[in-house]
């Protein structure tokens, strides 16, 4: 089993114990959303770290979205709800790159392939999203290669 599904697993009996509602409740969900991605398709399989890894960014992306459109609707306690299961999910995922090392990744895929315009973006992308997956959201890095390539 993935160690980080083991991980959640346990932080789950611990919420549990500790009475924390907000924790259990996020942790719940989001094993729930693992057991979905782990059942759907032609046969069941046991996710990687690195597949568990993008649920919990979906899942992330998800609650700040929500926590977003609550707040435009002028529901904030709600909003806080979803930025609580947010932070909450965001303690497994790993630490986000800085601009300057998300910059230094695009620079070095640009460089492999010889990229030099805004065509070539497709290229770049596939030799940078494998580098950034989990720890920069996938619009941010096309923004940022498609800028450099501009």
Do not use: C, N
């Not at 998800?62 to 999910?89: C, L, M, N, P, T």
């Not at 620079?107 to 315009?117: L, M, N, R, V």
């Amino acid at each position: 089993m993935a160690a980080l599904k083991d991980r959640l697993k346990a932080d789950l009996t611990s919420a549990i114990r500790a009475k924390d509602e907000v924790r259990k409740a996020t942790i719940r969900m989001t094993l729930s959303a693992i057991s979905t991605e782990e059942s759907s398709g032609d046969s069941a399989r046991e996710l990687t770290d690195d597949e568990i890894i993008t649920v919990l960014t979906r899942e992330a992306k998800r609650r700040r979205e929500a926590a977003e459109a609550f707040r435009d609707g002028g529901r904030a306690d709600s909003a806080e709800r979803e930025e609580a299961e947010a932070a909450v999910i965001a303690e497994y995922l790993p630490e986000p790159l800085s601009e300057a090392e998300l910059e230094q990744i695009i620079d070095a895929a640009i460089a492999e392939t010889g990229a030099s315009s805004p065509r070539d973006m497709g290229r770049v992308m596939k030799i940078v999203q494998p580098q950034v997956r989990g720890r920069a959201e996938g619009s941010a890095v096309a923004a940022a290669v498609k800028a450099r390539l501009a």
